[in-house]
Every structure is written in C-alpha cells, then in structure tokens.
C-alpha cells in the first residue's frame, strides 16, 4: 500500500523559507513521478511543482517559479519542496501526490492517484 507521509510545514513571516519533505513506502519510489498540491480555504487543491521519477525534468506553477524548487533523493524515498521568498498567499495545506502509473509524468491533478495527509504552511505579513 502506498504512503505518502508529509513534514516540515509550519509559521514563517514574509520573505522566509521553509522545506518540505515527502516520505514515500509502499512500492519503487524511482519508477513514479511525484508532485506537490496545496489548497487554501475556500478554493480548489492547485497544482504547485512536479518532478519525473529520474529527477531531471522538473515542472512549476507560474505562482511559484523562481521561489520554489522540487528535488526527489531516489535512496531516501523522499521528495522535497524548498520554498523561498514565501508570501502570505502561499498560506495553505500543502500535499505531496503520486501517480498509479509508473514511468509516467503525471502533468494535471486528476492523474494523481495517491495523497498524503498534507502540511499546514502560514504566512505571516
């Protein structure tokens, strides 16, 4: 069974930085793209970074580009979202997601068939 076990959110004041890790179980994490969601209250999950399974290709919501950067350690299992210059409307829950298909760069929400239980990230003005 496929987990997907989120850490590192938390309080940080505009202009901060925070790093995000994903822990994955359950099957060959090197096979599987990987993806980060987030969701504010009232709106819809979005699409935030995504990563191929090999690492090199790497994909980012305009909202993010330049501040955000999505990396995958294949011997860890682990996926991370290093956030930087962070404002208050990045404040949401992030979620890490992974595909059902392996070898497949998965490019819209729908295509995500596992989730985390996500972390809370606040934004201080």
């Known amino acids: 069974q496929v987990q997907l076990v989120e850490s590192g959110g938390g309080l940080v004041q505009a202009g901060g930085s925070l790093r995000l890790s994903c822990a994955a179980s359950g099957r060959t994490f090197n096979w599987y793209s990987m993806g980060w969601f987030r969701q504010a209250p009232g709106t819809e999950r979005e699409f935030v970074a995504a990563?191929?399974?090999?690492?090199?290709?790497?994909d980012y919501a305009d909202a993010v580009k330049g501040r955000f950067t999505i990396s995958r350690d294949n011997a860890k299992n682990t996926v991370y979202l290093q956030m930087s210059s962070l404002k208050p409307e990045d404040t949401a829950i992030y979620y890490c997601?992974?595909?059902?298909?392996?070898?497949?760069?998965?490019?819209?929400?729908?295509?995500?068939?596992?989730w985390g239980q996500g972390t809370q990230v606040t934004v201080s003005s």
């Open positions: 997601a992974a595909p059902g298909a392996r070898f497949y760069y998965a490019a819209r929400k729908t295509e995500y068939s596992y």
């Open positions: 990563i191929s399974w090999s690492g090199d290709s790497t």
